[in-house]
């Protein structure tokens, strides 16, 4: 049974930071790459980061470089993202899911497993 669960959403100021958590279960992350994506009403999913099996190798947006970074915890089973300097642009729901073998890391279509995702709301 393969499931991915993600907590750590809420409401926060401009500026402020959040921690993501998820957690997987069925599978392990040594075997695996887990990225998290983000979608806003009206706006297209998008990739924000991305961690190969044993955190061997990440990948970040543009838009969140040198604000946002991607863990692992094997023992846990967990992916986090923290997330500093957050901006009211930030404001969506973020979600983690299983990538397929094969494809680039920002395509939605290359993941599968997805999370119900977890609100992220950044407001004065």
């Known amino acids: 049974q393969l499931q991915l669960v993600e907590s750590g959403g809420g409401l926060v100021q401009p500026g402020g930071s959040l921690r993501l958590s998820c957690a997987v279960s069925?599978?392990?992350?040594?075997?695996?790459?887990i990225g998290w994506f983000r979608q806003a009403p009206g706006k297209e999913r998008e990739g924000v980061s991305y961690?190969?099996?044993?955190?061997?190798?990440?990948n970040y947006a543009d838009s969140v470089k040198d604000r946002f970074t991607i863990s692992t915890d094997s023992v846990k089973s967990t992916v986090y993202l923290q997330m500093n300097s957050l901006k009211p642009e930030d404001t969506a729901v973020y979600y983690c899911?299983?990538?397929?073998?094969?494809?680039?890391?920002?395509?939605?279509?290359?993941?599968?497993?997805w999370g119900q995702g977890t609100q992220v709301t950044v407001s004065s």
């Open positions: 899911a299983r990538k397929s073998r094969i494809g680039t890391w920002d395509n939605p279509g290359n993941y599968y497993d």
């Open positions: 069925g599978f392990t992350l040594d075997n695996v790459a």
């Open positions: 961690v190969t099996s044993r955190g061997g190798i990440t």
